[in-house]
């Protein structure tokens, strides 16, 4: 089963996808979703855009998330709620469950501690995947996330909690099949 994990934001849209089939993940490829675009419906076209290739390039089985975190203003805070609510829309019009872990929740699933910095995420992103390089941060960041799903779906987080995930309401599971009654 692959995952696709998902570090978002307005600028840079970090992606991580891990291979959990043996049991042990095993890296599949990661990198950034660069947005070239000013305007606002355009840089988020382009996020969805870049996850829906990703989707259907890889053919990925499970999607998640970064949780909202609290930004240093509200701007920046409108502007990555805005990034993440694009991919999470993209990922279920894909017919994928979404499943979102607090960064304290990401860390500790990683690390060990819930108040590691980016350095020790991107290291033990490094050990445990095995990789001859360190990610950018943004990729490093959407493996741990894709590394913490993959816990959580074995019952390994802490108090065997697994990630949140948006209940689907009704029958309808994408856009595409929804019909005003």
């Given at each position: 089963m692959l995952i696709l994990g998902i570090d978002p934001g307005s600028r840079i849209t970090g992606y991580g996808l891990i291979d959990v089939d043996s049991g042990k993940p095993v890296y599949v490829g990661s990198g950034c979703i660069r947005i070239q675009a000013d305007d606002l419906a355009q840089k988020l076209a382009q996020i969805y855009a870049g996850v829906s290739e990703l989707i259907a390039m890889h053919r990925v089985?499970?999607?998640?998330?970064?949780?909202?975190?609290?930004?240093?203003?509200?701007?920046?805070?409108l502007k990555l709620g805005q990034a993440?609510?694009?991919?999470?829309?993209?990922?279920?019009?894909?017919?994928?469950?979404?499943?979102?872990?607090?960064?304290?929740?990401?860390k500790q699933a990683v690390t060990g501690t819930g108040a590691a910095d980016k350095s020790q995420v991107q290291h033990m992103?490094?050990?445990?995947?095995?990789?001859?390089?360190?990610p950018q941060a943004d990729a490093a960041d959407a493996l741990a996330i894709a590394l913490t799903h993959a816990h959580a779906r074995q019952g390994l987080l802490s108090g065997g909690k697994r990630g949140r995930r948006r209940p689907s309401r009704g029958r309808v599971t994408r856009w595409r099949d929804f019909r005003p009654e």
């Amino acid at each position: 089963m692959l995952i696709l994990g998902i570090d978002p934001g307005s600028r840079i849209t970090g992606y991580g996808l891990i291979d959990v089939d043996s049991g042990k993940p095993v890296y599949v490829g990661s990198g950034c979703i660069r947005i070239q675009a000013d305007d606002l419906a355009q840089k988020l076209a382009q996020i969805y855009a870049g996850v829906s290739e990703l989707i259907a390039m890889h053919r990925v089985g499970e999607f998640a998330i970064e949780q909202v975190f609290m930004a240093k203003n509200a701007d920046s805070a409108l502007k990555l709620g805005q990034a993440r609510g694009t991919a999470i829309v993209c990922a279920a019009n894909h017919g994928l469950s979404v499943h979102e872990y607090g960064a304290r929740q990401i860390k500790q699933a990683v690390t060990g501690t819930g108040a590691a910095d980016k350095s020790q995420v991107q290291h033990m992103v490094v050990a445990v995947l095995g990789l001859n390089a360190v990610p950018q941060a943004d990729a490093a960041d959407a493996l741990a996330i894709a590394l913490t799903h993959a816990h959580a779906r074995q019952g390994l987080l802490s108090g065997g909690k697994r990630g949140r995930r948006r209940p689907s309401r009704g029958r309808v599971t994408r856009w595409r099949d929804f019909r005003p009654e």
